[in-house]
């Protein structure tokens, strides 16, 4: 028994132990093929932030799995400017793309269906956690060009809530709430957001653009696939 609490002690275990939980949780729904392959999804989108966070010298803690909510990782040291945030926020939607996509290429190899919808599922979270509004990643890239534009999430998580009433936009929306009500007021850090050179504005709206276009262009193209397929 000792043993094992000083083994659910450890990162690594808590980490397995909540993937293993998650991937429980979704097989009940999807079977463990799919759950499998999207709690892997997420862990590679979160090793992106884990990395970043590492590379950039802020103490970071492993992920951590919730079933139907996702993971985050704990950042133990807060990002010294708002570049330092933007870089890692941007590095998980960017692991989770390359994970995706790597998906979508065995899935045209191998003519899986089980891959392409999991290339969906990585490609859709991936662009939903890329809404402009903090928590979510997009809040913190878009942050580096101006806090003021987590007003434009708002709509978009209403919009999504309307077209899908999922508890999680609830959830999500009751952390944002904070962060919306500053921007509003234009109440927040200005030396923190604001000393930031153009260029950098430049090249993170430029690569926060990309990656949403790309994500977006990819989820329409493989919904219709995963239509046809299912129709055929």
Known sequence: MKA???LLKSKAAFTALSMLVSVFAYALLWGWPYA???VALIFIHEMGH?????????AVGAPTFIPFVGAWIQLKDMPHDVETEAFVGLAGPVAGTAAAL????????????LLLALAYSGFMLNLFNLLPISPLDGGRVTAVISPRLWLLGAPLLIGLFLWNPSPMFLVIALLAAPHFMAALK????TAYYQNVPARTRFNYGV??????A???????????????????
Request: hydrophobic share 50%; proline share 0%.
């Open 4 to 6: 094992l609490l000083l």
């Open 36 to 38: 499998v392959g999207f």
């Open 50 to 58: 884990f990395i970043a966070a590492r590379q950039r010298g802020l």
């Open 102 to 113: 790597a998906c979508f290429e065995l899935a045209r190899w191998q003519g899986s269906g």
């Open 186 to 189: 234009g109440n927040f850090d």
């Open 207 to 212: 690569a926060y653009l990309a990656l949403v």
């Open 214 to 232: 790309y994500l977006g262009a990819m989820t329409y193209s493989l919904h219709s696939q995963l239509e046809q397929m299912r129709h055929a």
